[in-house]
């Protein structure tokens, strides 16, 4: 007898690519041991967390000696915390931001889950530049939206904004802009930016008029201070009144088993009080009730504290190294700890294939959105990346 869903049947079969790597790597590593195996499958950051962590944890584990130290919170986030995020996203956006405006989320997942939970209906279109974030489809497909990919522009994979403004349509509901990108490491320009708001706002004006819904523009930045080479990201609440921007301390605190996140909603949206009202509601409705309180203690403490960052960049020029020696074309990559390699065959999955021959671990661009790529995470140490050359040339070698 069925025990599932025939639409989670469906998403079973064609579950995440970069789970399955993952899981393949264990494998891999079970049988051949851990030396063995070169892992560039799954962003889990390895780099400790900052050294303070340790101080504020144990602050916490004082606090939590106290009668509900430990319990329920709002179910918006404990207000000290908000009031702390508050400042913190006021500086970091170069935008006036209130407590009233930030929702605490269990991770930035949880936070595009309830936004997607506050304001999508069945039929809903959610405009994505691609390659894109693999669950994406899925926290929107949850409640009846559907993904809307727009491909961007190799080698740099800027977004095509011309595309982007064709692809808008009447029920049209968000576009997701994901900068930092996860998996190409582009950093959008301000440019870029400005003229994918200047989408948004053209059509809520002309939706204004005719009694409508509004559209929104969803910011994704768990990779923010992921940003090398003197790349700047913008700013992007100051760009648009309908901007809402959501991230997480995952990747900048390596706190990603804690699942601590945040959305805030522009000051000057209309309606942007009901939103965040909303997305209180969908916090608790969802299951999560509340982000872990832990977490919220933790990152607010630490707030203007980052992991090393020298060491993720120490990463990603020797990962650059190791594909050039290879003959693999890719693009430097200016943010986060990715590199999005071309595939030396159309079909990316026999170079997939081909890596898994000599033990090393990537993910399929098909995943992404995006085929005749692969994605490396650069989430391992650089004794690992240098250690890959070998087998990297070798497969390389089976497609000339």
């Known amino acids: 007898m069925q025990t599932t869903t025939d639409e989670i049947r469906d998403s079973m079969a064609s579950s995440s690519w970069i789970r399955r790597m993952f899981e393949k790597g264990i494998e891999l590593k079970r049988q051949f041991g851990e030396d063995a195996v070169c892992d560039f499958s799954l962003g889990n950051p390895d780099v400790p967390p900052p050294a303070a962590a340790r101080g504020a944890l144990a602050g916490i584990a004082d606090a939590a000696a106290k009668p509900l130290g430990l319990g329920y919170c709002p179910n918006a986030g404990i207000p000290a915390v908000r009031e702390a995020m508050a400042k913190y996203l006021s500086r970091q956006q170069q935008a006036e931001v209130k407590a009233s405006n930030v929702v605490m989320s269990v991770g930035a997942a949880g936070a595009m889950v309830s936004f997607f939970r506050a ?63 996860n998996p190409t490491g582009c950093i959008y ?90 997305l209180a509601l969908t916090t608790r409705t969802l299951g999560y009730v509340n982000a872990p309180v832990i977490g919220q203690r933790l990152a607010a403490a630490l707030l203007d504290e980052t992991v090393d960052l020298e060491v993720y960049n120490r990463r990603r020029l020797k990962m650059a190294e190791v594909l050039k020696g290879a003959g693999i074309e890719f693009e430097l990559p200016k943010g986060a700890f990715y590199f999005f390699a071309k595939s030396p065959v159309d079909d990316d999955l026999k170079f997939v294939h081909a890596l898994l021959e000599e033990k090393i671990l990537v993910v399929t661009g098909k995943g992404f959105g995006f085929p005749g790529y692969v994605r490396l995470s650069c989430c391992v140490d650089e004794k690992i990346i240098a250690r890959s050359a070998v087998g990297f040339k070798r497969a390389m070698e089976k497609f000339r």
Do not use: Q
């Open 119 to 181: 304001v999508v209906e069945p039929g809903d279109e959610i405009v994505v530049p691609a390659p894109y974030f693999v669950e994406y489809g899925a926290y929107c497909g949850h409640f009846g939206g559907k993904l809307k990919p727009v491909p961007s522009l190799p080698p740099s994979f800027a977004p095509d904004i011309a595309a982007i403004r064709s692809a808008v349509g009447p029920r049209t509901r968000a576009i997701i802009v994901n900068s930092p990108n």
């Open 189 to 278: 320009s301000e440019d870029d930016i400005r003229a994918i708001a200047a989408v948004v706002d053209a059509e809520n004006e002309r939706r204004g008029r005719e009694g409508g819904r509004a559209m929104f523009l969803l910011f994704d930045e768990p990779y923010r201070a992921f940003a090398f080479d003197g790349a700047v990201v913008p700013p992007a609440l100051p760009l648009s009144r309908w901007c809402c921007v959501l991230g997480s301390f995952s990747k900048t605190l390596s706190l990603a088993g804690e699942r601590i996140g945040y959305i805030a909603v522009n000051p000057s949206m209309p309606g942007g009080d009901d939103l965040v009202s909303a």
